[in-house]
């Protein structure tokens, strides 16, 4: 078995778990199937990165990666012989910089009257403080203890298009499962073009799983959503997009702005606002 074959062991957790949380999610509170939905993709997802390469790490740096770390980058994390630099000072500061603003996010939203709006803004929240912060100092951690660990978030603000945004800053962890698994995979039979299809529809499915399901609504929005990714991807590859300059410069960053933020509406939709989002704020004391 090579490293890219995870067999039915590795595949079998990715429907198993997705299943059972299915099975449990109509007796739990909306936001508690999101979670457990979210932690069956997630987990189910580690396993099938790890599976094919279990024999390789040590039962500790497999426990690490399994249990303490949020990335998919198993061959990387895994490998004894990558030495990693160590952290600085100011990476520290960076994550609890972010972290601190999650945290101003979520109080802020306290006083936000409109409830959507309220639950938008305590979203952001929840990614700053969950994504950008806490996991950079999950990374730093696993760097200062001598194992190879980036963070998942590359600092998206500085994309300098919409392939550099999805492709090199935002969730690496998502994208480095999905270039091994469906990319790598689909490129070299149905060409390039339909595998980055494949990816962005397989991106949309998974958020139409973790989001719509546990909302009760919205079906199809995030998988449109992400749809849209995979076509203004093409738009900015085209002739006209590079005559353009949709790949660079000033013009790269308002396209990707426009085609990531604009639409974001229909990713993060009223629907799960209001069944998933606000219920869980309220849980942490945000009303």
Not at 14 to 37: D, H, K, N, Q, T
Not at 43 to 64: D, F, H, I, Q, V
Not at 117 to 130: A, H, N, S
Request: charged share 15%; with cysteine; glycine share 12%.
């Amino acid at each position: 078995m090579n490293e890219r074959t995870a067999g039915w062991i590795g595949w079998a957790p990715l429907v198993a778990l997705p299943a059972g949380a299915l099975v449990a999610g109509p007796g739990l509170p909306r936001w508690v199937f999101m979670w457990v939905l979210a932690g069956a993709v997630f987990a189910s997802c580690k396993w099938l990165t790890w599976w094919p390469l279990r024999r390789r790490a040590t039962a500790g740096r497999s426990a690490g990666y399994l249990l303490l770390w949020p990335g998919m980058d198993a061959r990387t994390f895994l490998d004894p012989a990558r030495k990693p630099s160590s952290p600085r000072g100011r990476e520290w500061l960076f994550a609890a910089a972010k972290t601190l603003l999650g945290v101003a996010l979520l109080f802020a939203a306290s006083a936000v009257s409109p409830p959507l709006l309220r639950g938008w803004v305590g979203l952001v929240g929840t990614i700053f403080v969950l994504h950008f912060g806490t996991f950079h100092f999950v990374a730093l951690l696993w760097r200062r203890a001598g194992v190879q660990a980036e963070p998942i978030m590359r600092a998206p603000i500085l994309a300098r298009s919409l392939g550099d945004f999805w492709g090199h800053r935002w969730n690496l962890g998502f994208h480095n499962l999905a270039h091994d698994h469906i990319y790598q995979r689909l490129a070299p039979k149905a060409g390039r073009a339909a595998a980055v299809i494949a990816v962005f529809l397989a991106s949309g499915l998974v958020h139409d799983l973790v989001i719509s399901v546990p909302a009760g609504g919205g079906y199809g929005l995030p998988t449109a959503y992400f749809a849209l990714q995979g076509l203004g991807v093409f738009i900015e590859r085209s002739a006209a997009g590079k005559d353009f300059g949709l790949g660079h410069g000033i013009a790269g960053r308002i396209f990707m702005a426009a085609f990531t933020a604009g639409p974001a509406y229909a990713l993060f939709h009223p629907t799960f606002v209001r069944e998933v989002m606000l219920p869980f704020m309220s849980v942490l004391g945000i009303k």
